[in-house]
Each structure stands twice: as structure tokens, then as C-alpha cells.
């Protein structure tokens, strides 16, 4: 009986968020916080005055995730300063399109109140491969970036 009355309750919130005024409110929201974000990301220098709490995994393990060194990199993108951006995470274009095209479809979910994936695939037909292929990719990184030795060390944050 629990079980059911949960579900019930997320039926109704699900129905709830998808009217046309919370959709609107949402994507308020969501270009306040994303111009907030970029705001701070771009005048706060996190070399100099680190926004973030210190990366988990590195305070634990001492070894580098691949996340670790993308604040820095944004914040140097941002000023035009690729090879600096580079410096700190190889990655950075790649999770940044990864979290632009999220943020497409939120916004594609906001304005027209449709699920975004039922479009994506539509007109967008990836291989299963690169799936995978961007597996392999993230965790030799996330590798080859801990091995203390010369070319590797160019990985490092």
C-alpha cells in the first residue's frame, strides 16, 4: 500500500512539472543559475581563490580523477587561454559539449514540454560503438594521467 501511494506521488509531481507555468519558471531558473555560473566561473580565478571544495577521489586516493582541473580549465577557456586550458584537463572540450548538449535538451524539454530523447534519436543515429569508445577514452585518461612518468605527467592538472 506504501508502495503504491509513492508511486501515485510521483505521478502527480511528474504531471505537475510538466504544465506550461512551471516549465516557464524552470527555465528562468536555469538561465539564472547558468549565467550565475558562468559569471563566476569566469571572474574568479580558481587558482587563486578555489571555488570548489578540493576533488574527493584526489583527498582520498592522491590520484587524479578525470574531473579534476576542468574549473581551472573553463576558467582559463573562458579568458581565451586554450593552451592553458589544455594544461589542466586534456578533456574539458569534450565534457563541456557533453554538458552543452544536456543543457539543449533541458531546454528542448522547457520550451516545447516534449521528452527531447524521442527528437535526439530521430535525427541523430550514433553508432553503439562510440559509446563505448567514450568509455575507453574517459578512463584511459583517468590511467594514464596517474602514471608518474614524463609524458604521462603532462596529463596531470
Same mark, same amino acid.
Request: glycine letters at 6%; hydrophobic letters at 55%; charged letters at 10%.
Given at each position: 500500500?506504501?508502495?503504491?501511494?509513492? @508511486?501515485?506521488?510521483?505521478?502527480?509531481? %511528474?504531471?505537475? %512539472?510538466?504544465? &506550461?507555468?512551471?516549465? +516557464?519558471?524552470?527555465? +528562468? =531558473?536555469?538561465? =539564472?543559475? $547558468?549565467?550565475?555560473?558562468?559569471?563566476?566561473?569566469?571572474?574568479?580565478?580558481?587558482?587563486?581563490? &578555489? %571555488?570548489?571544495? #578540493?576533488?574527493?577521489?584526489?583527498?582520498?586516493?592522491?590520484?587524479?580523477?578525470?574531473?579534476?582541473?576542468?574549473?581551472?580549465?573553463?576558467?582559463? #577557456? *573562458?579568458?581565451?587561454?586554450?593552451?592553458? #586550458?589544455?594544461?589542466?584537463?586534456? =578533456?574539458?572540450?569534450?565534457?563541456?559539449?557533453?554538458?552543452?548538449?544536456?543543457? *539543449?535538451?533541458?531546454?528542448?524539454?522547457?520550451?516545447?514540454?516534449?521528452?527531447? @530523447?524521442?527528437t535526439w534519436t530521430r535525427f541523430v543515429k550514433l553508432p553503439s560503438w *562510440?559509446?563505448?569508445?567514450?568509455?575507453?577514452?574517459?578512463?584511459?585518461?583517468?590511467?594514464?594521467?596517474?602514471?608518474? $612518468?614524463?609524458? @604521462?605527467?603532462?596529463? #596531470? &592538472?
Amino acid at each position: 500500500m506504501m508502495i503504491r501511494s509513492g @508511486f501515485t506521488w510521483i505521478k502527480r509531481w %511528474l504531471v505537475l %512539472l510538466g504544465k &506550461p507555468s512551471f516549465r +516557464i519558471v524552470f527555465f +528562468i =531558473l536555469t538561465c =539564472l543559475v $547558468l549565467m550565475v555560473a558562468v559569471y563566476i566561473v569566469y571572474w574568479v580565478d580558481p587558482s587563486q581563490k &578555489p %571555488l570548489t571544495p #578540493a576533488c574527493s577521489f584526489y583527498h582520498f586516493t592522491g590520484l587524479y580523477c578525470p574531473g579534476c582541473g576542468m574549473t581551472r580549465a573553463l576558467h582559463n #577557456a *573562458l579568458h581565451g587561454r586554450f593552451g592553458m #586550458a589544455f594544461s589542466y584537463n586534456l =578533456l574539458w572540450p569534450g565534457i563541456v559539449f557533453f554538458i552543452a548538449v544536456s543543457f *539543449l535538451m533541458w531546454f528542448y524539454w522547457l520550451i516545447t514540454g516534449k521528452n527531447p @530523447f524521442l527528437t535526439w534519436t530521430r535525427f541523430v543515429k550514433l553508432p553503439s560503438w *562510440l559509446g563505448w569508445m567514450i568509455v575507453i577514452i574517459l578512463f584511459s585518461f583517468w590511467v594514464l594521467r596517474n602514471i608518474p $612518468l614524463y609524458p @604521462f605527467t603532462l596529463l #596531470a &592538472p
